[in-house]
């Protein structure tokens, strides 16, 4: 008995985005909002620490964890508006994110964060590649 399927062989299908607008946008924007909420945690415990003067290093370090995280949320939060708009812009934000994210890091001693430089270039390579279906301006 010879095996043999009725169905015709599927023609190649033209490469879509990975992502589609809507859910890339409100990753975005809730990725940018936890790393401000995180800011904002930060801020009001290192001013507990300030007020309490038990640990005025670790309060210094926590104020100045408190800016980088909340810079990093505007910054990713300003992606996400622009990248709504149609703005090329977008891409420059985030891609300033990232670069933020690496110089904080390396400053302070921290391991880079490599999930975030990689899936952040992801993001970015997708939005270059499919620039014209994602209508960037």
């Known amino acids: 008995m010879e095996f043999s399927t009725t169905q015709p062989k599927i023609a190649a299908i033209a490469y ?6 809507s859910a890339f946008v409100a990753g975005l924007a809730i990725f940018g909002v ?7 945690i930060s801020l009001v415990s ?3 620490l300030f007020s309490d003067a038990s640990m005025p290093s670790l309060a ?3 104020l100045t964890d408190a800016a980088y995280k909340l810079s990093l949320g505007a ?10 708009k149609g703005k ?6 985030y891609a300033g994110s990232i670069l933020l994210d690496s110089l904080y890091n390396l400053i302070t001693g921290y391991p880079l964060n490599y999930i975030f430089i990689g899936f952040g270039l992801l993001l970015i390579w997708q939005i270059l590649k499919f620039r014209n279906e994602l209508e960037l301006k």
């Open 88 to 93: 090329f812009l977008s891409i420059w934000l």
């Open 60 to 62: 210094s370090a926590m």
């Open 34 to 40: 936890f790393n401000t909420l995180a800011g904002i």
């Open 75 to 84: 910054l990713i939060i300003a992606s996400s508006r622009a990248f709504t």
């Open 16 to 21: 879509q985005p990975v992502l589609k607008k």
């Open 46 to 48: 290192a001013i507990i």
